[in-house]
């Protein structure tokens, strides 16, 4: 095979990838929107009656002054009455700016790269915070996730 017949067959495997590669993701896409359509998942709500969900909470893991990771929280919160309720919603953007407070000083104080993360502490914090903010007692923090990357 000489070497311009070789840049061919390269060039027409590549666009042969490529055209798959285009072809498999629009039906990924197609699929995520139709089952998207299919069964509509009501914003920021639970399984649990009360649940108020909460977007990612994200803090930077640094060392030496230099970014080494992320860790992301998924979390929300689990409020009875609904007049205590409304009054959560109201103190959302306010729970979220102390949650990221709370993320990143945990992320500081007691994460060390290469464990677990300790997820007593974490919500015990946040629990803290959002009885500072919303009231004693009047919300239950619930973490779904931690993730480390």
């Known amino acids: 095979m000489t070497d311009s017949n070789h840049i061919l067959s390269r060039r027409r495997l590549a666009k042969s990838a490529a055209a798959a590669t285009f072809a498999l993701a629009s039906t990924a896409a197609l699929g995520v929107s139709s089952a998207r359509a299919a069964k509509p998942v009501p914003k920021g709500g639970g399984n649990e009656a009360g649940f108020l969900g909460s977007n990612q909470i994200t803090a930077s893991i640094m060392r030496q002054f230099r970014p080494v990771g ?3 929280i998924d979390m929300g919160i689990v409020v009875g009455a609904i007049p205590k309720r409304e009054r959560a ?3 959302t953007p306010a729970l979220r700016a102390a949650w990221r407070g709370v993320a990143q000083e945990f992320v500081n104080s007691f994460f060390i ?3 677990v993360p300790d997820t007593q502490i974490l919500g015990q914090r946040m ?3 959002t009885d500072r903010v919303v009231g004693p007692g009047i919300a239950r923090v619930v973490l779904l ?3 480390v990357r």
Request: hydrophobic fraction near 55%; aromatic fraction near 0%; charged fraction near 5%.
């Open 113 to 115: 790269p290469g464990r």
């Open 127 to 129: 629990q803290a915070v």
């Open 145 to 147: 996730s931690v993730i």
């Open 70 to 72: 992320l860790i992301q």
């Open 89 to 91: 919603q109201a103190a």
